[in-house]
């Protein structure tokens, strides 16, 4: 059983940064995609940031220069920095896995925006 879990969210201001951490309970070492994403509110889950094994990242436009994605796999973790936070990034952030045709999700942590 893979289990992902996130950490790291909470309350901001407008212009405040965040760290999100996802630890995963197996090797990340390969054949893997590791991948935030968000659900807002009355919205659909959407994609923020994506990284391969050979670090090779995807970002919604939406982030784009203001998130970044990295891996650590020695820890079998991804973070996501989040800089320059507007409201409208307010959403549950869900770590996401995807290996040999299988994807898991963690159970989420909340960043709450406020302007």
């Known amino acids: 059983q893979v289990q992902l879990v996130e950490s790291g969210g909470g309350l901001v201001q407008a212009g405040e940064s965040l760290r999100l951490s996802c630890v995963a309970s197996?090797?990340?070492?390969?054949?893997?995609?590791m991948g935030w994403y968000r659900q807002a509110p009355g919205k659909q889950r959407e994609l923020a940031a994506t990284?391969?094994?050979?670090?090779?990242?995807n970002y919604a436009d939406s982030v784009k220069g203001r998130f970044t994605i990295s891996r650590d796999n020695a820890k079998n973790t991804v973070y996501l920095q989040m800089n320059s936070l507007k409201p409208e990034d307010t959403a549950v952030y869900y770590c996401?896995?995807?290996?040999?045709?299988?994807?898991?999700w963690g159970k989420g942590t909340l960043v709450t925006v406020s302007s």
């Open positions: 996401n896995l995807i290996r040999g045709g299988a994807q898991y």
């Open positions: 197996i090797s990340i070492n390969n054949g893997n995609v």
């Open positions: 990284i391969t094994v050979g670090l090779r990242t």
